[in-house]
Every structure is written in structure tokens, then in C-alpha cells.
């Protein structure tokens, strides 16, 4: 399974995939949170509608929300374990807290046994405490996070769009 960062959503809408132009990517996702490949944890898909204001990812959301959201399955008691992997050693201060936002439940649920974390952040290992990016947070908890270019390759994300030009 494959877990999605709010990120890959927000940029694949605002910058990559926009769903009135892709729409093949869009029905591809879908298909893959129908069949549980794709899922993001209800704390994640919560973030995403705030910040997100346009009203066809906001309908696409919608529409796809009982096959993408992933409830909890337990992982709720792994993200005290995630948070301790911010802290510095001196603790986590209230800015921390805010920094981390909703990340530590999307890696809680990563944890579980061949799940990946998909995101777009990049590795800063040099960062402390909530400064922290997903990917080195990953890395010290032994848990696959690849960035969204390498999801589309491994789930194969296509469009037959060399077959129209070729008519």
C-alpha cells in the first residue's frame, strides 16, 4: 500500500496532473484507493480540503473520499513513537508541535508492514525537532518513502495519449 502526503495531492492538482486536463491521472488514483493500493490516512485528507480551495479537487475528494481515506487501523499508538523521533533531546516545544502538523500520523500509519510514505518533501538530515522532513524521519524508522515520480512508475501511471497522436 501506498501512503500519500497531503502534497502529492495538492501538486499534482495545482501543478502537474490539473483534473480537467489529466484526467486519466485522477481515474488512476481513484482505481488504486478502490482496490487499497492508495490511501491516506484520515488525519492527511483532513489537511487537504482547507488548503485546498479549488472546487474540482475539492469534488474529486469528495467523490473519492470512502475509498482513499484510510481509517485507523491501529496506528494512532505508534504516533507517540514517530513524535519521539523529533526530539532533539531537549523537547518538543509548542512551534515544534506546529511545524510537525499532522506528519507523525501519516508516518504512524506508514509503519505498518509494507506500506510506503509518498511525498514531496526532500531530505534536510541536518534539521532538529520540528524542522524535521518526512523522508529523514522515515529513514530512522526503517520505513520506504520515495517521492511521487517514483509512485506513478511503480503503480505504472500511464496515458494512451501516444496511441491517439499515432492515429
Request: hydrophobic residues 35%; negative net charge; proline residues 5%.
Amino acid at each position: 500500500m501506498y501512503l500519500l502526503d497531503a502534497g502529492v495531492i495538492i501538486d499534482a492538482a495545482d501543478l502537474h496532473y490539473p483534473i480537467e486536463r489529466v484526467p486519466e491521472y485522477w481515474g488512476w488514483l481513484a482505481h488504486h484507493a478502490s482496490v487499497g493500493n492508495v490511501k491516506v490516512p484520515r488525519e492527511i485528507f483532513d489537511e487537504v480540503i482547507p488548503k485546498k480551495t479549488d472546487h474540482i479537487l475539492r469534488k474529486w475528494l469528495a467523490n473519492n473520499k470512502p475509498a482513499l481515506v484510510l481509517e485507523s487501523r491501529g496506528y494512532l499508538s505508534h504516533v507517540a513513537a514517530v513524535t519521539d523521533q523529533y526530539d532533539n533531546g531537549s523537547g518538543l516545544t509548542e512551534t515544534d508541535v506546529e511545524r510537525m502538523g499532522n506528519d507523525p500520523f501519516l508516518i504512524a500509519a506508514a509503519m505498518c508492514d509494507g506500506t510506503v510514505l509518498v511525498t514531496t518533501e526532500e531530505s534536510k538530515p541536518k534539521r532538529l525537532g520540528g524542522n524535521r522532513h518526512i523522508p529523514d524521519v522515515c529513514n530512522d524508522l526503517g520505513i520506504r518513502c520515495i517521492k511521487p515520480h517514483v509512485f506513478h512508475r511503480e503503480l505504472d501511471f500511464r496515458t494512451d495519449w501516444d496511441r491517439k497522436s499515432d492515429q
